[in-house]
């Protein structure tokens, strides 16, 4: 069974609104989650390394203001998408890792769809 | 800096037939893991095999086996008697040193014909 939980699954909403993304670690605590961001027929980017109490590592060209990270809990992290816009339309997908030793894969949510109209 | 190549962007396979999705990386560390994921249309990412780096076996599992030849620094996905549910994007990745992130390769789309 499913090892992530993300939610929702799809979100179709106008230019200006807040979108928040939550990535649930189900059977494990996950002191570092990730965020994904994936246009079609290209591979996934790493967006930001979310840590359980402390702040958002992100990525070189990904905006603070924009992407706001929060890991409050060892099982939950979320992606708050501030006054989205078209162009932030795409694939938003988290992973964590179980802890552990290093041969321990990432485990995914099964992504977000994001449609700003 | 961690740089995973996947040289073909599409492949086809017939059904009941094996496959070889190319893999290469480059890293400066000495202990490093690999992996390969499958997305489907759906968009979730399944984790199908690991190879770590001081592994002498080579990885298997059901029908996927790692071809891993590391002076080559490659790590071929290997599908034996594929079926058409194998029809996905393909991602090679690889987690290196102390790195908590995993690099990932460009994909490979994979179509089986019936």
Known sequence: GAVVSQHPSRVICKSGTSVKIECRSLDFQATTMFWYRQFPKQSLMLMATSNEGSKATYEQGVEKDKFLINHASLTLSTLTVTSAHPEDSSFYICSARAPGSTNQPQHFGDGTRLSIL | ?114
């Open chain 2, 1 to 114: 800096a961690q740089k995973i190549t996947q040289t073909q962007p599409g492949m086809f396979v017939q059904e009941k037939e094996a496959v070889t999705l190319d893999c290469t990386y480059d890293t400066s560390d000495q202990s490093y893991g690999l992996f390969w994921y499958k997305q489907p249309s759906s968009g979730e990412m399944i984790f199908l095999i690991y190879q770590g780096s001081y592994d002498e076996q080579n990885a298997t599992e059901g029908r996927y086996s790692l071809n891993f030849q590391k002076a080559r620094k490659s790590a071929n996905l290997v599908i034996s008697a594929s079926q058409l549910g194998d029809s996905a994007m393909y991602f090679c990745a690889m987690r290196a040193g102390s790195a908590r992130q995993l690099t990932f390769g460009s994909g490979t789309q994979l179509t089986v014909l019936p």
